[in-house]
């Protein structure tokens, strides 16, 4: 195993820079390894760099004066609103476990398995309960392998199981469009 220290460019991405960078941690490493010929998975480590989001710090100056031209530049309220990293993480993990299982499955079994999965579970998704009722996604869940699984988003206060009760015919009828 090599180090290579020229760097390519790759989609008009100048990996260099990207290493060099401090929004990048392991991926480092593995961009670091010589592909030789092959850049089809630099592209990959590329792209993955590329999604990463790099959360803002605290501005020092809040800047929410306007101008009599120009609009007000982002309020005082959106600049000091803090959002931990972890919250978006844990927002999208299932997401993100689907799609590196289904990245997995692709590099193991081929392109098939994926599609049948993304197609099963499009399939799965538009089944439904009549507008009125929440659907408890039981077809969903197990297809992921999630039925078997009791984590904090199966009882601690997600929307489907608050107790709300809307009128069954006005919901009906909203949903066909006669209301």
């Known amino acids: 195993?090599?180090?290579?220290?020229?760097?390519?460019?790759?989609?008009?991405?100048?990996?260099?820079?990207?290493?060099?960078?401090?929004?990048?941690?392991?991926?480092?490493?593995?961009?670091?390894?010589?592909?030789?010929?092959?850049?089809?998975?630099?592209?990959?480590?590329?792209?993955?760099?590329?999604s990463i989001k790099v959360q803002p710090v605290m501005p020092a100056v809040l800047n929410a004066e306007p101008t009599v031209s120009l609009p007000g530049k982002t309020n005082c309220l959106s600049q000091l609103a803090y959002v931990h990293r972890l919250r978006d993480s844990e927002a999208n993990y299932n997401q993100h476990q689907y799609n590196l299982s289904m990245q997995m499955m692709r590099n193991r079994e081929g392109l098939n398995f994926p599609l049948k999965m993304g197609m099963e579970l499009f399939a799965a998704r538009q089944?439904?309960?009549?507008?009125?009722?929440?659907?408890?996604?039981m077809m969903e869940d197990v297809l992921l392998g999630r039925d078997e699984i009791i984590s904090f988003e199966d009882y601690l206060g997600v929307p489907e199981n608050y107790e709300f009760m809307r009128q069954p015919h006005v919901v009906m009828e909203k949903s066909l469009g006669i209301l």
Not at 7 to 32: M, Q, R
Request: hydrophobic share 45%; charged share 15%.
């Open 127 to 137: 089944v439904g309960r009549l507008p009125f009722l929440q659907s408890s996604n």
């Open 1 to 50: 195993m090599t180090i290579d220290n020229s760097w390519p460019e790759i989609d008009g991405v100048d990996v260099g820079k990207l290493v060099n960078s401090n929004k990048l941690h392991l991926i480092n490493i593995l961009i670091c390894l010589s592909f030789g010929n092959n850049n089809k998975g630099l592209k990959l480590i590329v792209k993955m760099a590329q």
